[in-house]
């Protein structure tokens, strides 16, 4: 059975078709071991053509969904997406698309109980295989806040990203500096690749990310090296065997100990009936 809570319900929203569920559940670990304590972390509603409309994030401390958004769509694009922080409106981001179909701008406004305070605009430029290229930021005000450039490879893999800072704002992960050496296996995957990231700190980190897949090629392991060549993490995933779908994901630090357990869950929903469900294996 869907449940959502009476937080979600209870903001003044339209009913939305929900033909598929995806939840993400995280289990507790403790000293190394997966227990059977779990909990969900995220769930993802769909409607019947695939777009995802409601997304909801749960408290890894009390285990109940204080954050969530929704998304307004035109067609198949994203025309708008409002976060809900801690259960109140917190953030609006407003989409505008090029000819092709690419994301041109997008509007970041920051709510309060009393106003609605434009934040940021970000304008997107894009080369002949369809890559983001740059992206301008912009204030309130008009004036550019960072600009970054990235170039890519024949594959779509991002290869340099340069950002240059001119005001407090920065990207959200703080990368003012990205370069990546990828080598591909005999069959095009990406096998492995060297990348070295500068961050607004100025901090340098250098590591070395190694890839595994499956049969049906889906990325099965993850293994992070610093310079030394020591471990810095790793992830192993699993995927459904029906259905190709990733199923569960094992994080380890740099000991090997396992410290995150996460796995999903696909419902669908055939009729109106949110009491009726169908878990798909």
Known sequence: MLFISNSIIAQNRAPQNIRRVTVTFQYVVENGKRTETVF????????????????IEWSLTDHYPHNFSWNTF????????????????NTIEEFTYNKDSLLAKRVVKNVSPTD??????????YDSNRNPI??????????????????????????TRKVKVKDKFTPQDSI??????PIYDSIGRLASEQRTIKKLDKTTTKVT???????????????????????VSREVREYQFSRNRLSL???FNSNDVLVKFITKRYEI???????VREIEY
């Open 209 to 231: 990310i190694k890839y595994s897949y499956d049969k049906n090629n889906n990325q099965i392991g993850v293994l992070v090296l610093n310079e030394k060549g020591k471990q």
């Open 134 to 159: 740059e992206i301008i930021a912009m204030s309130a005000k008009g004036k550019k806040v960072y600009i970054s450039k990235s170039t890519y490879n024949s594959k779509g893999k991002e290869l």
């Open 74 to 89: 035109n067609g198949k694009q994203k025309v708008l997406a409002e976060f809900y922080l801690n259960e109140k409106l």
């Open 269 to 275: 929903y055939r009729t109106n009936d949110r009491k």
């Open 249 to 251: 994901i094992n994080y």
């Open 40 to 55: 969900p972390i995220y769930q993802e509603l769909f409607d019947s053509l695939g777009r995802c409309h409601t997304e």
């Open 116 to 125: 609605t305070i434009l934040s940021l605009t970000y304008s997107y430029k």
């Open 176 to 181: 003012i500096s990205l370069l990546s050496v």
